[in-house]
């Protein structure tokens, strides 16, 4: 894999300028608090991870991307009683969660519908919690959500603990990046039980293989590993992946 661009410096350009603040209205309609997927995306089209550093040809191309994706520069006003997004600590975390179940297909809804908007997670927390809306509900009861995602990703081979041995727990940048690599793991799992990967194949060389990503050393970094399990997400999906949906412990369904 190629290194990343060298940061440059740009003269005032209003183009530039533009550009930058649009990817930043798009980062929010297409993203909300998921950052990682919004710099996968970035680094995909640009190989910047800022857009300060982009070029106004590498922005073009990053707005090209967002319009791929749903995005629409032109306002569309919130309809009257159209709920906004939670945003408090909890409902970030689970909306997290949710994208990667979707990666994972441990839910059969689409990543991108999962990024764009809650309607889905909102139905999943109206069950779990018996509160008509993730906003409202109160901390106590919101982390019943983050147990039940939890335990969902555990059902489906993605392990959510946080032990590097007993008595001895990671630290945050240590768990973020295991949780990336752990879900990665458990989807070319379910890639090689559908038959679509080879059962020998390793991480690197399924992401290699399968969706042209290339690892330095065989490894990647934690925003690459966000990219990686967003690309073989979508290749186990497209490609039906037989029995996605169960847990992997469970048997494949003819």
Known sequence: M????????????ARRRRLIALAHVAKKDLFGDDDDSYR????????????????????????????????????????????????????????????SLAHLCAIDIDPQAAIRDDKALEHFATRQLKCQRLQWARQSEADKLIEALKAMAE???WSQSDSLTPGRKMSKDQYVHALKVGLCQAILVKLKRAGIAAEGWSLAEAAFRLCGIEADDLRFTT???????????????AHGGRGAFDPVNAPVKP
């Open 40 to 99: 996968a995306v970035l680094r995909r089209a640009t190989g910047r991870l800022s857009t300060k550093d982009c070029t106004a040809q590498e922005l073009e191309r990053l707005a090209a991307e967002f319009r791929r994706l749903g995005f629409s520069s032109q306002a569309k006003p919130r309809k009257p009683g159209t709920p906004v997004r939670a945003d408090h600590a909890v409902a970030r975390k689970a909306r997290v969660l949710w994208i």
């Open 2 to 13: 190629n290194a990343l661009a060298k940061p440059a410096t740009f003269a005032p350009d």
């Open 223 to 237: 925003q690459e590993y966000e990219h990686v399990a967003a690309a073989l997400g979508r290749h186990l999906r």
């Open 155 to 157: 059902r489906h081979g």
